[in-house]
């Protein structure tokens, strides 16, 4: 009787262990969760050893980005992002690398995590918690941890190592919009004073 129970438990336990997710399929199925062809929405806030601290809305529509903060917005349609500096009433114009894309928009993790990241995770009773490390040394964007909940599969974390510095990103209220293409470039009418400095 002993010996069926055993055996009953190791068959239960390989069977939890054969619907186990991997850490690739969780973050597959949050990358599915984010493309969304309208749109999508939310609010975040960060923590950064280098950029300081900032909280305000970002929007996504596949790679292109729209964040917005008190102090700070930042446009990106694809290639050229525009960042306006409301303290100094500025517009610097630049054509972004992948690393510095991933330091202000905290999905963009959803473009790189499928080749050269090694992938690790750990699970909580709410929420999976992926873990890549670079395959290269010399990689900018050295670690992330990307916190998943189970029910959703909406982030609702992203941490990064660029160097040695930290930034963390915690995202909330994720809904779908309809977003026109217009919404992720810098439009001039909006800011008529603003000096534009073209640094590509």
């Not at 438990?9 to 309208?38: H, I, M, W």
């Not at 923590?47 to 008190?70: L, V, W």
């Not at 470039?185 to 008529?192: A, G, L, W």
Request: proline residues 3%; aromatic residues 10%.
């Amino acid at each position: 009787m002993k010996k069926l129970i055993a055996l009953l438990l190791l068959a239960v336990c390989q069977l939890s262990a054969g619907y186990a997710l991997s850490a690739r399929q969780v973050l597959d199925k949050c990358a599915q969760t984010l493309n969304a062809p309208e749109g999508l929405q939310a609010d975040f806030s960060m923590t950064s050893a280098q950029y300081g601290s900032a909280s305000g809305t970002i929007a996504i529509k596949g790679r292109k980005f729209h964040a917005s903060t008190p102090m700070a917005s930042m446009w990106f349609d694809g290639t050229t992002q525009w960042t306006y500096m409301k303290k100094n009433d500025e517009v610097s114009v630049t054509t972004p690398t992948e690393t510095q894309l991933q330091a202000f928009n905290p999905y963009n993790f959803i473009n790189i995590y499928k080749k050269g990241y090694k992938q690790t995770m750990t699970t909580s009773a709410t929420a999976y918690t992926v873990h890549l490390t670079a395959e290269k040394q010399g990689a900018r964007l050295k670690e992330l941890f990307i916190t998943v909940d189970k029910k959703s599969y909406q982030p609702s974390e992203v941490k990064l190592l660029q160097g040695t510095k930290w930034t963390t990103f915690t995202i909330s209220n994720l809904r779908k919009v309809s977003l026109a293409d217009a919404a992720f470039r810098f439009n001039s009418k909006d800011f008529p004073t603003a000096e534009v400095i073209d640094l590509r």
